[in-house]
C-alpha cells in the first residue's frame, strides 16, 4: 500500500501549508504569547479568497500572518484537516515540532525572523519574551 493512502502519521506527512502554519505558531509561541492567543484561520484576507492564516488576538490587537493560499479548497476540509494535524502536532515529540518551526520559519534567515519580530510590535504588540529578557531598570 502506498504512503499517500494511509492516514498522515508525523508532521512532515501534511503538505507545507499546514507544516508553515506550525511553524508560525511555534514561533509566536516562543515569543511568549499564550495557545489561546493563537487563531488559525481559512478565507478572504485582504480581499483575496482562500488563504491559510494565523492571527495573534493579544493586548486589545491583531496580528495576521499569511500562510499560503489554497485556491477552489473548500473552508470545512481546511479546518478538518488543521484540526487532524494541530492534534497530531501536539501529541508529537518537541524535536518533531522544533524541527519543522526551524526548517519551514528559521531555515529562511534570522534576518526574516527578526522582520516577523518587528512586524508584530509595528502594530502595537509587546512581545512577551523581548520585554521578559529586557533588563529592568536599576539592575546593571
Not at 87 to 116: I, M, P, W
Request: hydrophobic letters at 40%; a positive charge; one cysteine or more.
Amino acid at each position: 500500500m502506498s504512503r499517500t493512502k494511509l492516514k498522515p502519521r508525523r508532521i512532515g506527512d501534511y503538505s507545507k501549508p499546514y507544516r508553515d502554519a506550525l511553524a508560525y505558531w511555534c514561533s509566536f509561541r516562543n515569543l511568549g504569547f499564550a495557545a489561546d492567543e493563537i487563531f488559525f484561520g481559512f478565507g478572504v484576507v485582504d480581499g483575496q479568497p482562500d488563504w491559510v492564516h494565523l492571527q495573534l488576538q493579544t493586548q486589545g490587537k491583531t496580528f495576521t500572518v499569511i500562510v499560503a493560499q489554497l485556491p477552489g479548497a473548500k473552508r470545512q476540509k481546511v479546518m478538518s484537516t488543521w484540526y487532524k494535524f494541530a492534534t497530531l502536532a501536539r501529541d508529537s515529540t518537541e524535536l518533531e515540532r522544533n524541527a519543522c518551526y526551524k526548517d519551514h520559519l528559521l531555515g529562511q534567515s534570522l534576518d526574516y525572523y527578526s522582520v516577523f519580530v518587528l512586524s508584530i510590535e509595528a502594530v502595537g504588540i509587546t512581545v512577551p519574551e523581548l520585554l521578559r529578557q529586557m533588563p529592568h531598570a536599576g539592575q546593571a
